[in-house]
């Protein structure tokens, strides 16, 4: 289990596991992100498909498989361990740094490309947990945008290098119905994005679409400060169906 360092404050560690976890605030703290698991699928597969998740994800696809959840999966570990592994270069990097190094270097915290926790998980009073949603920020995708035009801001996007505060994020999240209307989409949000995404990966701009109807995911967003820009009609096509979408801003203020 790698040293405990100031490069991954403010996520925790599971003393019995090694697992990292970032804990929601009182009165959410039985909730926690930590990184993907494995038998995360399934549970991915059941959640998606069902009818409140499904509309207003996107999918390609009228069912969504278990072998596509495992590939999404497969694809947030890569990312989560890409991460923690830069994390922990930069720990080892600290316990080489001598007295004769300025120390301003000792303080500095490496910006990193992803949030390593984004599986959504409930504990339980006997101290197991329940996956119950997913949270990710990605590199924008502009899906309200047509090509050429998209392929253009896309490809300037991902140019730019880790850390770079001109980047501009998205963000894609789902919870179980089971927990929808709790205030839980909101809390976990504000957390990710005031906890890690602001300090860790300098996230200045987010700026995502959400589809018509969507009123849920509006307002989640809407809560935590994004302002709706605009609404553009018949923009993507879906399943054989042309969808509207929704498109809010985010601006980080100092
Ligand atoms: C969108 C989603 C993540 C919202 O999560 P949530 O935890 O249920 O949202 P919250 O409880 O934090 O609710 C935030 C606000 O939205 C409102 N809201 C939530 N769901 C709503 C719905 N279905 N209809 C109308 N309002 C809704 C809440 O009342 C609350 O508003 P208020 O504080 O003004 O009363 C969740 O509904 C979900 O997983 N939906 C399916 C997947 C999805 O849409 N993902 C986003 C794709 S862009």
Request: include cysteine; aromatic fraction near 6%.
């Amino acid at each position: 289990m790698p040293m405990s360092s100031a490069q991954f404050s403010p996520l925790e560690r599971n003393p019995a596991t090694g697992e990292l976890f970032l804990r929601l605030p009182s009165p959410h703290s039985t909730i926690i992100l930590t990184p993907p698991r494995p038998s995360d699928a399934a549970a991915i597969a059941v959640i998606v498909n069902d009818p409140a998740v499904h509309p207003w994800l996107g999918r390609p696809n009228d069912i969504f498989t278990l072998e596509e959840a495992q590939a999404l999966v497969s694809e947030y570990t890569r990312a989560s361990s890409a991460v923690i592994y830069a994390l922990e270069e930069s720990t080892a990097l600290e316990g080489t740094i001598t007295s004769a190094t300025p120390s301003v270097q000792c303080e500095q915290l490496v910006p990193v490309a992803d949030c390593p926790v984004r599986s959504i998980r409930e504990l339980q009073a006997d101290g197991t947990d329940v996956y119950i949603g997913n949270i990710a920020f990605k590199r924008c995708n502009w899906h309200e945008v047509q090509s050429p035009e998209r392929d253009q801001l896309i490809a300037a996007n991902n140019a730019r290098p880790t850390g770079d505060p001109e980047i501009v994020w998205q963000v894609s999240d789902f919870l179980a119905p089971t927990h929808h209307r709790r205030g839980l989409m909101t809390v976990i949000l504000a957390t990710v994005l005031k906890q890690w995404a602001i300090s860790r990966m300098r996230v200045h701009h987010l700026h995502v679409s959400v589809f018509t109807g969507n009123t849920g995911s509006v307002r989640v967003f809407e809560k935590n400060g994004f302002v709706l820009s605009g609404t553009v009609e018949h923009c993507i096509e879906i399943r054989g169906e042309m969808r509207s979408l929704h498109v809010l801003d985010w601006k980080h203020v100092e």
